[in-house]
């Protein structure tokens, strides 16, 4: 062995491992179970005096962390640049990685364990200055024997592609796929078919612990010299980085020496070069200043399947292989008999019997030495599934790829955000979890309410942990419901949302007022104030009602107004429930919706069938936004409170008639003749709904809608705006629209109706089945024969003739209990 100078070359011989024959190269597939234990016997053959493992040397002062009895795999080593943390790279590992094996036989025999590969510092930077496109490199295939960082950035790249490290490639040859080109020469279609006999099925102990890391290195060496190493700058100074640290260890522990590194790497280490040639293969990389620490990871991610191109595709499976001690077959079916128990499917002992014995014979008839995953997977189909794929799915979801999350100990080095994070999950007992979940909040208690401030707040710094769902049983304001599911990209989200904060609390103000000092329009302002109401960010909201009042102020869009209107009367309803003041965001709605009114009904006039059926929307969404600002203006709601908040904020000055004044507006869009038909049509039902205009009314104005001199396609319009979006219950309970309606399709030109056709079908095919069918029964009948809403029910089979007082008030006891009213209120409601 030399002495260190410029000429050093790294000793070794191909023939053996023995004392004094060179460093013990362990060349492995990443996230490979039979891998794993082959490293493991090595090592206890070898017992080196020190293990160097392919990864950053940035993160050796975080190697102890994984004796932690609280550190639990999959967990993966996160490199993020200091000034820029979007820019992060993953170093997954399993229980089943050979590294992770490595990591662990390391510290259990107290010898040290260090990092070989190429700095995060360098690889960072590398990665910066790269172009995306250069990032992704579609054009190689996927390398299981050599996987590189994973970028935080959204490509569709493969292990060796995905890394931020590497540079534009300098040459045309392409590399290959190693465990493709060698499975072809053994005759095998598939690569991974051909690594699960040759490796994953091959038992240790009782053959040379050596003898598969030879084969591998022999293997690898010759698809270089065919091949090439593809033209990649990246592999050739990561390699001669890892040689340099070879070098090093070699001068402190002589042969004593064990690397694990991906298989591809092998012959390069094994390679003799010169230590200035290396060196000058490193001279002149970028740098930048990053930090590392420990995060959980999941099965999911180390699967193809979900995007991140880890090389293998059933993280599960090869869990299951590394940890079942013995009979991993009939261990395997029984934990697929026990998933499908627990989804109410019937499987018996006999059944599992039966999937274990096709499996075998599947195996001997096709020249395997033990049953595979595609085995056990056709033996589940045949027996458990009935020949279906729907139940196989599920399998697959849950126990191939698993939703294994890992664990890392508390005192792992973290960002202040992630710590103040971790305190609020541990306080408000909400755990993340790999596994997508419900949860139902009752905002009513304490705890529940504090879990909404959190996930809201998180949502607002880009932490997607929760998106709110449909609560159901429940339309109250104090109720919310929740979809959970913890991603390990979550953990680079929290670290970019550092920036603005040292605690969750700190860091949402922050933010919601740099947002509203950058929102581009006036609805941004107002959804933003709905989520600081949701969210209890006392400090950001008098900014965030500032800026929204100037911009309301300045915008004279009508349709903007109207858009805004909605978000911000919705924030009212959640004073009630979570204590907020809203006094001032119920001034700035009532101004709004005064500046709606006014400048709705010439925003409306001229308009395009598009800018009309959007000008339709605004006017719903005004029309539910005002019934709820009335609301917000008076009492509170009942059961929608919390304890000891029942009144909301109590009425603004001049604005009690705001409805009266809303309905104003309706029935001037319902008159002008300069307003497209489907907003006229639109305003008359909701003055309908609202009983502002009777029945007989109602009748009359369609009636001269529908009358001969109005355009077919005008007129088709309005009986969109009028019983569209479930309005077919008018036609089924008033027998005059029906009738009126009926009489005006039969009398459209034939020249004429295939324009209006497209608008009646959208109309009427948005009914429920029930209500096309009575609409079709009363049609055939002839409407129209017979008038008058309780006269009208007279006929049709299961209807009486008049209407039953005695059923009718049978309903009231469960209507004063839906509604939570008094007598008094009850009779009220129903006059």
Known sequence: MGSGGEGDEVEGTEEGWGRGAGPLLLGV????????RAVRAALDAARPRVVLIEGPPEADALIPLAADEDMRPPVALLAHAVDEPGRSAFWPLAEFSPEWVAIRWALENEVPARFIDLPATHTLAWGKDDAEGELTGEEQPPDPTDETPTAETPTAGTPSSESPSAPEPSGTDIRVDPLAVLAEAAGYDDPERWWEDVVEHRGVGERDAFAPFAALEEAMGALRETYGVGGHDRDLVREAYMRLQVRAAQREFKD?????????????????????????????????????????WTHRRLSRASGYGAGIDSPGWYGHLFGAPDRPVERWMTKVAGLFREEDRIISPAHVIEAVRLAETLAVMRGRPLPGLGETTDAVRAVMCEGSDVPLALVRDRLVVGDALGEVPPGAPAVPLQRDLDRLQRRLRIKPEALERELELDLRKETDAGRSRLLHRLRLLRIEWGEPAASRGSTGTFRETWRLRWEPELAVRVAEAGVWGTTVLAATTAKAEADAIGAQSLADVTALAEHCLLAELPDALPVVMKVLADRAALDTDV????????????????GDVRGTDTGALTEVAAGLAERVFVGLPPACAALDADAAEEMRRHVDAVHGAVALLGDASGTGHGDTSAPGQGDGPGPGPGHGDLRDRWRAVLRTLSARDTVPGVIRGRAVRLLLDEGELGPDEAARLMGLVLSPGTPPADAAAWIEGFVGGG???????????????????????????????????????????????TLGELVRRGPGKQVGTAATAAGIPGFGAELDAGRADAVVPVLRLLLGLDDNELVGVAG
Request: proline content about 7%; glycine content about 8%.
């Open 256 to 296: 004593d020496v064990a690397v694990v590194c991906g298989a591809w790497h092998v012959p390069a280490l094994r390679q003799k070069t010169a230590v200035a040639a290396d060196r000058a293969l490193l001279k002149g990389l970028p740098k930048v200043k990053a930090d590392l620490t420990w995060v959980p």
């Open 29 to 36: 597939r990443h996230h490979g179970p039979g891998s794993a």
């Open 727 to 773: 309005g077919g219950l008018l036609l089924v309970h008033d027998e005059r629209l029906l009738a009126l309606v009926d009489a005006w399709l039969t009398g459209v030109p034939a020249e004429a109706f295939t324009d209006v056709l497209p608008l009646l079908r959208r109309t009427f095919s948005s009914y429920e089945p029930g209500v096309r069918r």
């Open 559 to 574: 349709g903007h107004l109207a858009q805004a209107l909605p978000a911000l009367v919705r924030s009212l309803r959640y």
